[in-house]
């Protein structure tokens, strides 16, 4: 066999070696990129929508008060007590669980105050405590696009046990009132955080 046979030989294995490394090149390269889309695609599909968190929350019950115009839902079952004043506050409504109907132990629930002077949440806070020491335990947020302030951690103690509790509180407001939902609890209790998340997170006016 001639020297210029060999060597064209030569160059077209080398060339068809070099084809098919490129054609394995460009077939892993599509595997590639279509796995990233599907990959993609499948997560945005599991993003929450409003859709969702209404099939969520549609078999919860709502607690809704015409007179104080709000409402929210809750998927657990609690004993619920509401107690009307004239004074400060106006109107308690509160959750407890079955074996603590006192609600010694925790409790939670949303606090009405009359808001006759229409002062913004901070002045209303200034007003209502006058040592105006809520401010170390406070932040402000968005509820569900309305304006409130948290007061979170706030140590209490039972005035004839001596027990430590735990207070979280946000604040919030409308035209007419002021409304505190509360979260109490024993220093240490959790077992009701979940319902006091439930509320926060579909807590809204209903005028």
Do not use: C
Request: no cysteine.
């Amino acid at each position: 066999m001639s020297m210029n046979s060999k060597l064209l030989k030569t160059i077209l294995l080398i060339g068809a070696i070099v084809l098919l490394i490129a054609a394995g090149y460009l077939f892993l390269t599509k595997k590639i990129g279509q796995k990233n889309v599907s990959t993609e695609e499948g997560a945005s599909n599991t993003l929450p929508t409003n859709e969702d968190k209404e099939t969520k929350t549609s078999d919860w019950k709502t607690y809704r008060n015409e007179k104080y115009g709000f409402e929210f839902k809750r998927q657990s079952s609690l004993l619920v007590s509401e107690i009307n004043g004239t004074g400060k506050p106006r109107f308690v409504a509160e959750f407890k669980k079955d074996e603590d109907p006192l609600g010694a132990a925790e409790s939670v629930g949303v606090i009405v105050y009359d808001n006759f002077k229409n002062l913004n949440t901070e002045e209303f806070l200034n007003f209502l405590e006058e040592n105006k020491n809520w401010k170390k335990w406070s932040s402000e947020l968005q509820l569900n696009g309305l304006e409130a302030i948290k007061i979170d951690g706030r140590p209490s103690v039972g005035i004839h046990t001596g027990t430590e509790y735990e207070n979280t509180d946000i604040y919030l407001k409308n035209a007419t009132f002021i409304y505190v939902i509360f979260y109490n609890r024993i220093k240490g209790l959790n077992s009701l955080e979940n319902v006091f998340k439930d509320i926060l997170s579909t807590f809204k006016f209903t005028e």
